[in-house]
């Protein structure tokens, strides 16, 4: 019942900018964390920030000072901004919630940085 759709993703180049947005519903949006994930073919999802119910912010150390996840209670959204993108960070961005004992995950948006 909990439903993530993502959008954002995008072909920029080499220190451009993306926001990434989560739209969750069929959950209390207040109560649950939210974190976005990449993964690259052959690879595990990766946790690239995360954000807790009060606001909590965490980050992995590769998007630590670039990156900046945050929530709009009202709007049960939440976002990832990337500045200064590397190509490195390309990837398949997924939005993921914790809620009701167990993770639902987004489609998944597409980021792609070029040098």
């Known amino acids: 019942q909990v439903r993530l759709v993502e959008s954002g993703g995008g072909l920029v180049q080499a220190g451009d900018s993306l926001r990434l947005t989560c739209k969750v519903s069929?959950?209390?949006?207040?109560?649950?964390?939210v974190a976005w994930y990449r993964q690259v073919p052959d690879n595990d999802r990766r946790l690239v920030a995360s954000i807790s119910g009060d606001g909590g912010t965490t980050y992995d150390d590769s998007v630590q000072g670039r990156f900046t996840i945050s929530r709009e209670y009202a709007r049960r959204t939440a976002f990832l901004q990337m500045n200064n993108l590397r190509v490195e960070d390309s990837g398949l961005y997924y939005c993921?919630?914790?809620?009701?004992?167990?993770?639902?995950w987004g489609q998944g948006t597409l980021v792609t940085v070029s040098s």
């Open positions: 069929g959950v209390n949006f207040r109560l649950v964390p």
């Open positions: 993921n919630v914790k809620a009701y004992g167990r993770d639902t």
